[in-house]
C-alpha cells in the first residue's frame, strides 16, 4: 500500500523470517557462525537461544540456505507432539516412508538412513525450533538420537533454537546427561542504538529504497527505545509508521509519528535501555558526597588557616573534580557508559579499583612518544607498534585519561605508551592469530576512516601496513580469531550478506 508512496519496490518490514531480509550485526554474524562451524566441525549438539523477535528463526533459514548438496536437514518446529509423532515429523522430513505406527519402526528406519547417507559422504542435520516446548520424554528422546553413531563420529547433528526458558530446562538436574553433550551454545542478544539504525536502513535499501532517509534521526531513536532492539518489534513499528505515514500524506517518519504508532500497538519504552540502574545512581551519589564533602572542608580550612590549603588536600581535590566532571560527560553521551563501582565484596575478593586517573599511569611501565604534526594516536601507535588495534587504543586511553578525542592532540604533546607491545593485550604473549581483510588503501587517513566506523558498530580492527609490489599500503582487518577456519566462515558470511564485497582470512603478523 505505501511503498509507492515511500519509493520502495517491496515492503521492506514483514514480520515474517525471510532471509533475504537477514541484517547480521555482529551477534547475528557470531551466532551463524556457530551454526555453519557445528555443521562442519560436525559438534553433534548445539544450542541457539533469545528472546522472542530477536531472529533465531531466520538465522536458521539462513542456515539452510546456505548447505550444500552433501548436507540435508529435517526442521521441526511443532514440538508440542507425542514422541511417536515426533519420530514421524522427522522422518516425514527426511523423505523416509514408515509403514505402521510404531515408534521401535520409526527408529530403526532412520537408523539405516543416516548409515546410508554416512556412507555417502553426507552430513544430516535435525533444526528443532522452539525447543522451550518439548516435555522431558522428548529431550530424552532427542538424546537417545545421538547414540545413533559409527566409532568415530555422530551419525546425526542436532541443533536446539529456542527462547531464555530453554537454556533453564537443560540445567535441570534431571537433563543432566543431555547438558553433558552439548558442545556449543550462544545467546542472541537485541541490538543495540547503532545497529537498530543500520538494521532499519539494510531493511530498506533491500527493498529497493532509493533514499534512506524515510526516518528521521529522532524517530529511529524513539523505535529503539519502543523496540528495546527486537527485530520483529521494529518491524512492526516501522510497517505500521509508514501506514500512518502514507495515511497523513507526511514526507518523514517523525518521532510524534512512531509515538502514535506505539499507543496504538500498546508498548511502552523500554526501560533497560533508557533508566538509570541502581549502580549508576549510587556512583553517582559517591561522587556527589565525596565532592561536596571536601569543597566544605576546603573553605573552612580555607577560612581558618588564613587561605593554607595543603598540598595533598589540593591533589585530592582535584582528582575528585576530574572523576565528578568525567562522569557527567560519559553519563552525557550515553547513560549506559558509567562505569560503575562495586559497593560490595565478597570475603577475599580484591578490593573494586576507581577509574584510572593521569597520575595512575605514571606508575605502570609506559614509554613517551612525542606527537609530530598532523598526528593522531593510531598514527603514533602504527609508528611505534607496527600496526593499530583496538588494544592499543584502549591502552593508550587508560594511561593518557586527559585525551578525550584520539584524533585531536596537539604538535609536541606527550603521549603515554605501554613498555611492551603484548602489554596491550588481556593475555600478554598470545594476541590474535588471524583477522578477515576487507580493504587496503594507499593512505593512511582513508584506512583510519574504516577502522574508526567498524569500531563505532563494534567491531575489533586492524591497521596493518604492507609492501605490495614495491608501494606501501595499509590493509584494514576485522575480528580476532585463533584459527583460521572459524575467520573462514565468517568471511564468507560477511561476503554472502552484501556488507562486504570482499573479505578474506588473513594471518596477523606476530608482534
Same mark, same amino acid.
Given at each position: 500500500?505505501?511503498? !509507492? ?20 550485526? %555482529?551477534?547475528?554474524?557470531?551466532? @551463524? ?7 562442519? &566441525? ?50 516425514? +522430513? ?21 548409515? &546410508? #547417507? ?16 518439548? +516435555?522431558? !520424554? ?34 535441570? #538436574? ?23 539504525? &543500520? ?27 519502543? #523496540? ?42 523500554? =526501560? ?28 573552612? @580550612? ?11 588536600? !589540593? ?75 583496538? =588494544? ?67 567491531? %575489533? ?26 575467520? #573462514? ?23
Amino acid at each position: 500500500m505505501y511503498e !509507492s508512496y515511500f519509493g520502495f519496490k517491496k515492503k521492506p518490514f514483514n514480520i515474517t523470517p525471510d532471509p533475504r531480509f537477514l541484517y547480521l550485526s %555482529k551477534k547475528h554474524r557470531e551466532a @551463524l557462525a556457530q551454526l555453519i562451524c557445528g555443521v562442519r &566441525e560436525k559438534k553433534g549438539f548445539v544450542v541457539l537461544s533469545g528472546e522472542v523477535g530477536t531472529g533465531k528463526t531466520t538465522i536458521l533459514r539462513s542456515l539452510l540456505d546456505r548447505l550444500d548438496e552433501n548436507c540435508q536437514a529435517a526442521y521441526i518446529f511443532n514440538t508440542r507432539v507425542s514422541v511417536v509423532d515426533f519420530l514421524k515429523f522427522v522422518c516425514h +522430513d527426511f523423505g523416509l516412508q514408515v509403514s505402521g505406527d510404531s515408534k521401535i519402526g520409526y527408529l530403526i528406519k532412520l537408523h539405516d538412513f543416516l548409515i &546410508e #547417507s554416512h556412507n555417502n559422504g553426507k552430513t544430516t542435520i535435525l533444526i528443532v525450533d522452539e525447543a522451550q516446548t518439548l +516435555d522431558a !520424554s522428548l529431550f530424552e528422546e532427542i538424546r537417545m538420537l545421538t547414540n545413533l553413531e559409527t566409532s568415530s563420529q555422530k551419525l546425526l547433528q542436532i541443533f536446539l533454537a529456542g527462547q531464555p526458558e530453554l537454556n533453564d530446562l537443560l540445567d535441570q #538436574s534431571e537433563l543432566w546427561q543431555l547438558k553433558q553433550r552439548i558442545t556449543t551454545r550462544y545467546h542472541l542478544l537485541p541490538l543495540d542504538r547503532q545497529e537498530t539504525k &543500520e538494521y532499519i536502513q539494510t531493511r530498506m535499501r533491500i527493498a529497493g529504497a532509493k533514499h534512506l532517509n524515510c526516518f528521521s534521526k529522532g524517530s529511529i531513536q524513539e523505535i529503539y527505545g519502543y #523496540s528495546g532492539g527486537i527485530p520483529r518489534l521494529i518491524n512492526n513499528i516501522c510497517d505500521n509508521s509508514l501506514l500512518i505515514g502514507y495515511a497523513t500524506d507526511a514526507p518523514i517518519i517523525d518521532e510524534k509519528i512512531v509515538r502514535e504508532c506505539a499507543s496504538d500497538l500498546r508498548l511502552e519504552k523500554n =526501560h533497560k535501555a533508557h533508566k538509570k540502574t541502581k549502580g549508576d545512581i549510587e556512583v553517582r551519589s559517591s561522587f556527589v558526597i565525596i565532592f561536596i564533602g571536601l569543597l566544605i572542608a576546603a573553605i573552612v @580550612l580555607s577560612f581558618f588557616g588564613k587561605l593554607s590549603v595543603p598540598q595533598s588536600f !589540593s591533589k585530592s581535590f582535584e582528582t575528585v573534580q576530574s572523576l565528578f566532571q568525567r562522569s557527567r560527560r560519559t553519563e552525557a553521551k550515553d547513560p549506559g557508559l558509567v562505569k560503575k563501582w562495586p559497593i560490595k565484596t565478597e570475603k577475599g575478593a580484591r578490593d573494586p579499583q576507581p577509574p584510572q586517573t593521569a597520575g595512575v599511569a605514571e606508575n605502570l611501565a609506559i614509554r613517551v612518544a612525542i606527537a609530530n604534526q598532523g598526528d593522531t594516536v593510531s598514527q603514533i601507535i602504527l609508528r611505534e607498534f607496527g600496526r593499530v588495534d583496538i =588494544h592499543f587504543l584502549e591502552a593508550v586511553k587508560k594511561l593518557n585519561p586527559e585525551i578525550e578525542d584520539i584524533n585531536q592532540i596537539v604538535v609536541g604533546q606527550e603521549i603515554k605508551l605501554p613498555s611492551d607491545a603484548r602489554e596491550a593485550y588481556k593475555n600478554p604473549g598470545a594476541p590474535p592469530c588471524f583477522s578477515i581483510h576487507l580493504a587496503s588503501f594507499k593512505q593512511f587517513d582513508n584506512a583510519n576512516k574504516l577502522f574508526n566506523r567498524l569500531i563505532e558498530i563494534g567491531e %575489533k580492527p586492524t591497521i596493518i601496513p604492507a609492501n605490495i609490489e614495491g608501494s606501501a599500503w595499509y590493509r584494514v582487518t576485522v575480528g580476532e580469531y585463533e584459527d583460521s577456519s572459524e575467520a #573462514s566462515v565468517n568471511a564468507e558470511i560477511l561476503v554472502q550478506s552484501g556488507q562486504f564485497g570482499y573479505a578474506k582470512p588473513l594471518e596477523i603478523p606476530d608482534l
